[in-house]
């Protein structure tokens, strides 16, 4: 069984910076065969894709490029997002997500505030 739990969340002022993981059971993630990344939903908001590593090409939404960077640690089957100037707009639940042989696999989210 398959399962995805971020960690890192919380609350941060305008301009800091959080670290989110997604630690990985019941798959290995491999960057060559899979996609691996993050998306976030912020109320009344569809999700939408933040940062996603397709094979071996990085993408990142417009809204964050320059700010957050997505990376894998393939020892300890986890991926990251490191999130720097925050901005309030970047408030969202964030989610992990994996997709490979044609399947989704999605994390229970993990939620960030940017508020002073």
């Known amino acids: 069984q398959v399962q995805l739990v971020e960690s890192g969340g919380g609350l941060v002022q305008p301009g800091g910076s959080l670290r989110l993981s997604c630690a990985a059971s019941?798959?290995?993630?491999?960057?060559?065969?899979?996609?691996l990344g993050w998306y976030r939903q912020a109320p009344g908001n569809e999700r939408e894709l933040v940062a996603l590593?397709?094979?071996?090409?990085?993408n990142y939404a417009d809204a964050v490029k320059g700010r957050f960077t997505i990376s894998r640690d393939g020892a300890r089957n986890t991926i990251y997002l490191q999130m720097n100037s925050l901005k309030p707009e970047d408030t969202a639940v964030y989610y992990c997500?994996?997709?490979?042989?044609?399947?989704?696999?999605w994390g229970q989210g993990t939620q960030v505030t940017v508020s002073s």
């Open positions: 590593i397709a094979r071996v090409r990085t």
């Open positions: 019941g798959i290995i993630f491999s960057s060559r065969s899979m996609d």
């Open positions: 997500y994996v997709n490979t042989v044609g399947k989704n696999y």
